[in-house]
């Protein structure tokens, strides 16, 4: 039988019961999730059961070569408004997102690249993977990329993303949420993590945000709204600082 979101909350919280009584009893805050977390049926197939290979030898630089990039040139100007990429204006509630990316002890990453990835308005990827029957925005590719600045702040400018279905269980629908890539001094340390609006109802009922059990890990997620970052009659401005590492890091995809 197909499993159904009520046989999922009840794994979700299951789980989240048990990291609650553990952390009750003295265990130390988990803020990355497992990579075999069950409700989230998906990572149970993927997820690396042997330890890592260190690869050593060869060029260093070979996988630069070949690693992803949104973009065949150099960062333009334009690279991180992410509605004037062509001809029309897409459809959607414009939003402004900005936050800082910070190390451990709050000092600011200068000049590191950002990249975002999301849905279009209707919940629907510019992928030839995502065949859901929303409509796709001719105006809207959901791509975008820049630089950190002196201050380790970034600033884009986009559509809020709507939700989408996906197949983990009957019924499942992924909250709003904008996926972001950062990079170190290489390809290789690529790091990736989602950010999502705050009090979206489909919290709840996600294993993807609830596989992070502990709630201030998990909170650390979610945008807040910044009214000052808001522009008059042009978007809403979301904040979102993204920490690298230390007991305030943000979740990283990976288990990172």
Do not use: C
Not at 21 to 26: N, P, T
Not at 117 to 144: C, E, I, K, M
């Amino acid at each position: 039988m197909a499993l159904t979101q009520s046989d999922i909350d009840i794994e979700v919280n299951d789980l989240q019961n048990a990291y609650d009584k553990a952390r009750a009893a003295g265990a130390p805050v988990q803020n990355h999730p497992p990579r075999d977390y069950a409700p989230y049926r998906s990572s149970v197939l993927r997820h690396p059961k042997q330890p890592l290979v260190a690869v050593n030898g060869g060029d260093p630089e070979t996988v630069e070569l070949s690693g992803p990039v949104f973009g065949p040139t150099d960062i333009t100007d334009i690279d991180n408004d992410l509605t004037i990429q062509h001809q029309g204006e897409p459809l959607g509630e414009r939003i402004t997102v900005s936050g800082r990316l910070l190390d451990r002890d709050g000092r600011p990453v200068r000049g590191q690249l950002v990249e975002i990835w999301q849905a279009n308005a209707s919940g629907r990827y510019a992928h030839l993977r995502d065949q859901h029957p929303a409509p796709l925005d001719p105006n809207f590719t959901g791509v975008g990329r820049t630089l950190t600045d002196d201050e380790g702040r970034y600033r884009f400018t986009t559509i809020k993303p709507g939700a989408y279905p996906w197949r983990n269980h009957t019924n499942a629908w992924r909250p709003a949420h904008i996926h972001f890539s950062l990079f170190g001094t290489a390809f290789t340390q690529r790091l990736v993590t989602q950010m999502y609006f705050p009090n979206d109802p489909l919290f709840r009922y996600d294993p993807i945000l609830r596989s992070v059990t502990d709630e201030s890990a998990r909170n650390r997620l979610v945008a807040a709204y910044n009214h000052d970052l808001s522009q008059p009659e042009f978007s809403l401005g979301y904040e979102w600082d993204i920490v690298l590492d230390g007991p305030s890091a943000t979740w990283i995809e990976e288990g990172r």
